[in-house]
DNA sequence: TATTGTTATACTCTATAACTATA
DNA sequence: TATAGTTATAGAGTATAACAATA
């Protein structure tokens, strides 16, 4: 369409700054998840593969607070991630209701191809800014998800 | 969960600057979203309504390219506005295919309560930073918009 | 009884594609 | 033929709730 032409947002959308983080927070991680994607991985399953790639103990349970999803969707997460042969489940020993979560030879071979993507797309959203500036954004952000407790490991 | 014990994002995630800027963008547009479902809206069906109000010719097609949706997904979100009786779908007389969208009375009245409230969770989450910091933050931010072109109304 | 995890079900959202009406 | 809009269909993603096994 022709530039002149586009609908422009609604003035009152843009004096919000939730618009702008929203904006470029789309842009960012919509360009991940595509190429994500042609790895045949979504963004939740990468999340739950690095998670667990971390080396500390993780659980179903344990990912679904830290995801801020319910279990029963976490399962579902894990399903796929298991029948790509990425992560295996085995019985606690000490506690035979868990599952442990692991990474097979398959997922540690496959987590640096996928860090690289992750780390490119960063540098090609962010790469825009100079060091400076970068370290501005990350201080204001952080100071937001600091002051209200943000938590979540955002996933969608 | 104990916060000594709950899990940890994995050290990467946290490296990147698209990680800070999708954990605020979640729990802002997410607290909006909650709120707005107590109106009974959803945050797409409120970015419509206020390009509809924005006084200029609006179409289908103009709000789908504005928003970044299929004109599938649009005639779904008018069908939704238009039944709680927020706008009105006229045929163009210049072009008997064109639907002119338009506010209805009621949907002028809704308005500026909705208004109100996406002012109140802007300000709640980022009146935490001062004006100098709000400025910033905005700067870097259009900056980003700026030079990667973004155009599209977040919605999601 | 409480907890871990899975499964069954339903719902929301959106895209793709087929279709109608108009140009 | 091309365009505006709608409708039909399907898929992804997630929540809720019921369930099984274990503590």
Redesign the pocket.
Known sequence: MDPATAIQPAPVLETHLGYWVRLVSNHVSGAFARELQEQGL?V?EWVALNQIGKGATV???GLADAMG?????I?????KLQSKGLIS?ATSQE?????LLALTRQGKRALPELTTIADGNDEYFFGALDANERATLRALLKKLANIHQMHNIP??
Chains 1, 2 share one sequence.
């Open positions: 979504s939740a659980t179903p349970a999803m319910t279990r029963g969707a399962s579902k997460v894990l399903d489940r506690d035979n209701r868990v599952q996933v969608d």
